[in-house]
């Protein structure tokens, strides 16, 4: 790293991802300035800063912005953000987080990117590869900033990559990329569908010679890939000849060059939904394609914690099941949640909207659900559109407490209670994990208060 030594680099964003950056560069010797346009951070972090000899700016990116060797985008600047422009134009160089850390890890790095399933993905192949015996790290968006690992030393770096991260990737290569999903989201920063998809894409497009990639085989043609030789497909069919994951009946399998080989059975995986079966297939088999021989037969799951708030169990109350999946903060993360969860449902949908068609949600109640209880700002929209799916058993709730008292009176033995929003919570919650710990709370209160027969 002694690259670092006394060159000037000005970080734009002072948020967990820009913090961590900063912080790192500087314990490296370089010469570090972040520019936040919010005009207030926690005291904590500006006292890190002044203690690591980091000057900042807030409110704004001034041209101090400017005055560097190389400017460092944290997570989410956006390439229309006028500071950038200002740069490009100033001839000042520019690069992603990533494409400043990923070439100096020292490690296989494991790039995992999709619209659903990421940080479950991520944190279970650092699982799968630790309990392989292999020293293994969950780093990104999944809660551990990549500025964090900088200095580190680990035998993999298992790394969740938003599509804002991958849109400014253009070094970094990877020696396994894994594309859970795709589904329209953050429209609003790419600009299109197209866009979102190409920066989802240069995970794969990244890869190291010969690498592997594991995607959805249904995402083969919009990720432009049809033709790579190094694709493992996910398949819901039966075992054949060809390279790829499949989904069978009781069990999943990898083959590669023709040579079949068990991930797991089913029943083996702790976690609700088809869609988590996915996931762990995927996940599992990303660690056989990279290296990881020993994982295989499911024994690699004992002790793995699902994250919090993703199709999480929370209690079974006179035979109803209720499950947090408050984390499902779009259309396609809660179809996917009622079409993978067997049996019948009451679902708790509503919050503060993306600007989503909910065309294809209410699809999915009909098929799924027995009633639908609205809640936030989006109510009223998700509820027209029920209505137009000829789903009219939908009931309006005031509020969280009101919600859970309607689901529990109207559900009956079999039913899960499900709360999938596919809306952010930012209308009466700070962040998703307020409203699924509420939620939680609220369905726990129910198990305590009731008579011991």
Avoid at 36 to 65: C, V, Y
Avoid at 236 to 253: P, R
Wanted: proline share 3%; net charge negative; glycine share 10%.
């Amino acid at each position: 790293m002694k690259d670092l030594m006394g060159r000037k680099f000005t970080v734009l964003g002072a948020g967990v991802s820009g913090e961590a950056l900063a912080l790192a560069i500087a314990g490296l010797g370089g010469k570090v300035f972040i520019s936040e346009l919010k005009d207030s951070i926690p005291d904590e972090r500006l006292s890190l800063f002044e203690q690591a000899g980091i000057g900042w700016e807030l409110g704004g990116n001034t041209d101090r912005a400017l005055e560097c060797d190389l400017m460092l985008l944290s997570s989410g600047v956006s390439p229309e953000s006028p500071i950038v422009k200002r740069a490009h134009q100033a001839a000042v160089s520019l690069e992603g987080e990533v494409d400043f850390i990923v070439p100096r890890l020292n490690g296989k790095v494991v790039a995992v990117t999709g619209t659903n399933g990421k940080t479950t993905t991520t944190s279970l192949m650092a699982h799968i590869l630790r309990a392989s015996g292999w020293d293994a790290v969950a780093v990104g968006n999944i809660g551990t900033p990549l500025g964090s690992v900088l200095n580190e030393r680990h035998e993999v770096y298992v790394v969740e990559l938003s599509s804002f991260q991958l849109y400014w990737t253009k070094k970094s290569l990877f020696d396994l990329a894994l594309v859970t999903n795709l589904a329209p989201d953050h429209i609003d920063w790419h600009g299109s569908v197209e866009n979102y998809v190409d920066a989802k894409g240069n995970a794969l497009a990244r890869r190291r010679q010969e690498a592997w990639a594991v995607v959805q085989e249904r995402d083969i043609d919009p990720l432009k890939i049809r033709g790579d030789q190094h694709i493992l497909p996910l398949m819901i069919k039966d075992v054949s000849d060809d390279n790829g994951i499949y989904m069978a009946k009781d069990d999943a399998w990898i083959v590669i060059d023709r040579k079949p080989t068990k991930l797991f059975s089913y029943g083996q995986v702790p976690m609700v939904g088809f869609h988590n079966l996915e996931n762990a297939a995927m996940a599992l088999g990303g660690c056989f394609a990279l290296g990881c021989v020993s994982c295989v037969g499911g024994g690699s799951f004992e002790g793995y914690k699902p994250p919090s708030h993703r199709c999480q169990f929370v209690a079974c109350v006179d035979g109803v099941t209720y499950i947090d999946d408050s984390k499902g903060t779009n259309v396609a993360s809660t179809c996917t949640a009622l079409d993978s969860i067997g049996g019948k449902k009451v679902a708790i949908l509503g919050g503060r909207g993306k600007g989503e068609s909910y065309d294809s949600l209410a699809l999915s109640v009909k098929r799924n659900c027995r009633k639908a209880i609205l809640i936030g700002e989006e109510r009223e929209p998700i509820r027209q559109a029920l209505d137009i799916a000829g789903f009219s058993d939908w009931i309006i709730a005031s509020g969280m407490e009101d919600a859970v008292n309607i689901a529990r009176s109207v559900a009956i033995s079999g039913d899960t209670v499900l709360l999938s929003p596919a809306c952010t919570s930012w209308d009466m919650y700070g962040s998703y994990v307020e409203r699924g710990d509420h939620f939680s709370r609220l369905v726990r209160d129910i198990l305590e208060k009731k008579p011991v027969s």
